[in-house]
């Protein structure tokens, strides 16, 4: 009996399999190709202009310039809490509205990553570099008049 079932099963098995195989298609379905644009007459082939530090600006008008300095830094020249500042203060930022996490931890551990901050017009440009990447972001100055939560480094 126990054969008999084992044998009905495999049959429906290979019944079952047909009937899938016979629901594809032989030939694959074509792909639509998704439209390439195409400058316009009237578009100039020009580069996109080379960010600038804006004098007095917003944190929005300074952020790509932001990003840019900073990654030319790490890129050359590693990283550490107050390189970090010194590179942004060379490159036009002010010190006295910068904040930055230590490079120790509290119990004298490498960390892994490095937050720093430049108020702008009531707003922050906040820098986060790690082993992993740099990323920025704008946001709101925080009930404090800081950008940053948690334990920053005295910047001299």
């Not at 044998?7 to 694959?28: E, M, Q």
């Not at 990283?79 to 490159?91: C, H, K, R």
């Not at 230590?102 to 892994?112: G, K, Q």
Request: hydrophobic share 40%.
């Amino acid at each position: 009996m126990a054969r008999s079932t084992v044998i009905a099963t495999a049959l429906v098995g290979v019944v079952l399999a047909g009937a899938l195989a016979a629901c594809v298609p032989t030939t694959p379905t074509p792909v639509p190709s998704l439209p390439v644009a195409q400058p316009s007459a009237s578009s100039t082939s020009a580069a996109p202009e080379d960010p600038v530090f804006v004098e007095g600006g917003t944190a929005e008008e300074n952020q790509a310039y932001f990003d840019k300095v900073n990654l030319a830094y790490f890129a050359n020249d590693g990283f550490t809490s107050l390189g970090i500042i010194d590179n942004l203060v060379a490159a036009g930022f002010r010190k006295q509205d910068m904040e930055v996490t230590p490079d120790r931890t509290s119990i004298d551990l490498d960390v892994d990553s490095r937050v720093f901050s430049v108020r702008l017009k009531g707003q922050c440009l906040i820098g986060d570099i790690q082993p992993a990447g740099y990323k920025s972001i704008i946001a709101p100055l925080l009930g404090t008049g800081g950008c940053l939560i948690g334990t920053t480094q005295q910047i001299p």
